[in-house]
């Protein structure tokens, strides 16, 4: 059939059904293009507004300053993994300090050691990454190439409830791939800030980068080209042919969030309004479902948490389908549940969660 489920998947992700209807309207054809949009050159006038409105609407939802340029990259996550490193830890002599607190980070940390002096700065590993540090429990050194850490760890649930500092002269990187526009953010705060798009900012194909102009010219010629930002930044994010589709649902979101939704603060309160009300439930379940993150970690965008059984959790997730609640089993590398309630997650979506989440503790517990 082709009804429309809620859809808790952790990405590619659900989109604003708003946004959606108007893909399907200009699908044949772009008002005035006399094609679609996948059908236009990307030099073409048409494309070149969409790319200039996506990124304006990015620049003034977050409140990007003149210091930090935009890019529109292409590679996913995975490829900022190599990327920063390649442009700023390689023959540098430095070290780049980590802060492992999930999957991602420690992905990213592997990618970074084949280029250079990498380190653990904090490793959330030895409690099964249920926790981000507090500011006491690491030391940065003033010489460190940068300090880099993932806001939100998609996989187990944990998020930093503010970024952490970096001393003078330290650039703070930050993987904001899976919480990137749920809340506003001072951008002045960091050297380089990146997300792929397939969670909160459209499909997947676009990697939004936004640095700081005096990092983008840090890579050494001998870079292969596509690594070095330095020729994104000349060509307008535009050194090979982008991924014009993506960027085009990118400008429509952010044109969502700007006026449909009110901008990042309206955003922020209903992403809390609507993680409460499935952390509630968890809560007063405490011997039925059992949280995956320390209570002041706890993400916002990516609910995790385990059943008694693996009998109730395969049960569980077979009833909720029936309730139209899809895509709820946890990743496979920690299991268990991970309902993911990104901005476009309606709150009749994270109620009807909610609602069954106590209905089945009642039923099973
Ligand atoms: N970082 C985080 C926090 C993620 O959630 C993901 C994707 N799930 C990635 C990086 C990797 O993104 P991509 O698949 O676009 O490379």
């Not at 995975?78 to 300090?97: D, H, V, W, Y």
Request: net charge negative; proline share 5%; charged share 20%.
């Amino acid at each position: 059939t082709s009804e429309r489920v809620f859809n808790f998947s952790a990405g590619p992700a659900v989109l604003p059904v708003s946004v959606l209807e108007q893909l399907r309207d200009e699908m044949m054809c772009y008002p005035g293009a006399g094609a679609s949009i996948m059908e236009l050159s990307h030099r073409g006038k048409v494309f070149v507004e969409i790319m200039e409105q996506a990124q304006s609407s990015l620049r003034s939802l977050l409140n990007v300053p003149d210091t930090h340029e935009v890019l529109f990259l292409q590679g996913g996550s995975a490829l900022q993994f190599s990327m920063i490193p390649c442009n700023l830890l390689r023959g540098s002599n430095k070290t780049a300090e980590y802060l492992v607190t999930g999957s991602w980070g420690k992905k990213a940390i592997a990618e970074g050691r084949k280029e250079g002096d990498v380190t653990a700065t904090f490793d959330g590993s030895t409690t099964n990454y249920d926790r981000v540090p507090k500011a006491g429990d690491y030391q940065t050194s003033s010489d460190a190439a940068y300090l880099y850490y993932c806001s939100n760890e998609t996989i187990q649930g944990v998020q930093f409830q503010s970024e952490p500092e970096a001393p003078a002269g330290v650039p703070l990187i930050c993987d904001a791939s899976s919480d990137f526009l749920s809340r506003p953010l001072d951008i002045s705060k960091y050297g380089l800030i990146y997300a792929c798009a397939q969670k909160n900012a459209g499909p997947a194909g676009v990697t939004a980068v936004i640095m700081r102009k005096d990092l983008i010219d840090k890579g050494d010629a001998g870079l292969p080209g596509y690594l070095n930002y330095q020729n994104h930044y000349e060509a307008d994010s535009m050194w090979n042919t982008p991924p014009t589709f993506a960027i085009y649902v990118l400008g429509k979101i952010t044109r969502w969030l700007l006026d449909d939704i009110g901008g990042l603060e309206a955003m922020k309160a209903l992403n809390e309004e609507k993680s409460s009300m499935v952390y509630d439930v968890i809560d007063a379940n405490p011997n039925f479902y059992k949280g995956h993150a320390q209570v002041d970690c706890r993400s916002k965008m990516n609910v995790t948490f385990n059943l008694p059984s693996d009998e109730l959790l395969s049960k569980f997730i077979k009833e909720a389908g029936e309730h139209k609640l899809a895509s709820l089993a946890g990743h496979r590398s920690v299991g268990g549940i991970r309902a993911s309630l990104y901005n476009a997650m309606p709150r009749e979506g994270a109620q009807a969660l909610a609602q069954f989440m106590s209905d089945f503790a009642a039923k099973n517990g």
